[in-house]
């Protein structure tokens, strides 16, 4: 299984450098955003996708460009509402330039009739474009549900944030609701009580074991990490992706081991 972590994991070191600490490390493709406000921390998203080609990383996930402030409009009527969704057309172009597989999408707000015809007329476009639209959970859920409730598209997927599943909505099964359209992962752990995009080894709790059981039936999603490295670790750069790829590759040995008993 390939192994993946976001671009930017908390340092902000030359893109190029970067890119090829973590190839060396032993990760095999990137997570990343096209958004300009982040080009100071990670360059432009040409850089970032020269530099991880040049250091020979694959493009895994990309995240959609956003302020979580004003998703609601999404669902709104009003120009504010109609911007989003040029944004997000924008993005899904973006991806397929590239040759990103999906673009993970955020929506928050309530579900409306205005905003599932902006929604299905970016999945036109992803279906012209063959790239897929990856909703991932979050803590305002009820317009997650309403999505796939409401849209029947094959372009329309979903993204397991597993941080996010442990500290917003605990025990609820993804995988038995939508496991059939799960196409990317934003992996990461917390203690329970916030989202805090850790490692295990620093005050994580998530039952890793029930996640592997089921992605052993994903052969081929890349396990990618969705991780920041806190200032109060004391960690440089090569000591945090040394952690990383080591709870990546112990994952997935935990993951082949129920893959062998099947």
Known sequence: MDKGISFYFGFESDPFLR??????????????????????????????VKAAKLAGLKLSSLHMSYNADELHYFWEKGFKG???????????????KYGFKCVVVHLQGEYSPVGEKRLRQVLDVCDKLNVCLAIENLRHYDVFFETFKNIKHNKLRFNLDTGHNNCFDRGFDYFKSFGDKLISLHLHDNDGTFDQHTLTCFSGNINWDNIAKNLAKHPNISLDYEIFCKKAYNLTEDEYLKLAIEQARGFEKLISSYQNKN
């Open 19 to 48: 890119a090829k600490k973590i190839k060396d490390v032993g990760f095999d493709c990137i997570i990343t955003n096209a958004d300009k406000k982040f080009n100071s921390q990670n360059g432009s998203i040409s850089t970032q």
């Open 82 to 96: 109609w911007l989003l969704k040029k944004k997000l057309i924008k993005d899904v172009k973006i991806a397929h």
